[in-house]
T-cell receptor, first 113, second 112 residues
Framework: GAVVSQHPSRVICKSGTSVKIECRSL??????MFWYRQFPKQSLMLMAT?????????EQGVEKDKFLINHASLTLSTLTVTSAHPEDSSFYIC?????????FGQGTRLTVV | DAKTTQPTSMDCAEGRAANLPCNHS???????VYWYRQIHSQGPQYIIH???NNETNEMASLIITEDRKSSTLILPHATLRDTAVYYC?????????????FGTGTLLAVQP
């Protein structure tokens, strides 16, 4: 099936720094990608919809200035967590749709120390 | 999109069929039922989806009731590697944003 790849799979950063996570569709083009966050023992929560060539659409309660999304090409969306704090530590997952259903990346484990 | 209700957890013996129920009583006519699963610390994996007819693929079978208010995902011969959280999601096909909204899912524990 279609492949969605995230990089890095794990990242540890210091509090106050910014971290960029990449999401790539490897064998298809995606005009729309989605970013989710998942805390331990909880379900996935949709953060935002990334639109190629235009601004992202954020879900209610998600700070757009803290979670910067850029979708500069049909195969790449990036999520930048700015001025990260320990409470931003989480599992971040992206997805993109091709054909009949969305595919998901393997996720990025962010730990802010 | 319609909301779904699933049991929090289920156990299944290895080699036996695992039947995972899902209620979606408010489903509308153009909404599909999708099933994904998430193995610990990985991204969700697509399993199957359907509208009103029963569906089968190499991973599982999906049985949708005639009134479409509930469905059952069947893993015919569960293995230890099927231990995961299974999510039932109702979504309009090709909807405006195509986004999937996840509920709490069912933690399936396959026992040796």
């Amino acid at each position: 099936g279609a492949v969605v790849s995230q990089h890095p799979s794990r990242v540890i950063c210091k509090s106050g720094t910014s971290v960029k996570i990449e999401c790539r569709s490897l064998d298809f083009q995606a005009t729309t990608m989605f970013w989710y966050r998942q805390f331990p023992k909880q379900s996935l929560m949709l953060m935002a919809t990334s639109n190629e060539g235009s601004k992202a659409t954020y879900e209610q309660g998600v700070e757009k200035d803290k979670f910067l999304i850029n979708h500069a090409s049909l195969t790449l969306s990036t999520l930048t967590v700015t001025s990260a704090h320990p409470e931003d530590s989480s599992f971040y997952i992206c997805s993109a749709r091709t054909g009949t259903h969305p595919f998901f990346g393997q996720g990025t484990r962010l730990t802010v120390v | 999109d319609a909301k779904t209700t699933q049991p929090t957890s289920m156990d299944c013996a290895e080699g036996r069929a695992a039947n995972l129920p899902c209620n979606h009583s408010t489903i509308s006519g153009n909404e599909y039922v999708y099933w994904y699963r998430q193995i610990h610390s990985q991204g969700p994996q697509y399993i199957i989806h359907g509208l009103k007819n029963n569906e089968t693929n190499e991973m599982a079978s999906l049985i949708i009731t005639e009134d479409r208010k509930s469905s059952t995902l069947i893993l015919p011969h569960a293995t230890l590697r099927d231990t995961a959280v299974y999510y039932c999601i109702v979504r309009s096909y090709g909807g405006a944003t195509n986004k999937l909204i996840f509920g709490t899912g069912t933690l399936l524990a396959v026992q040796p």
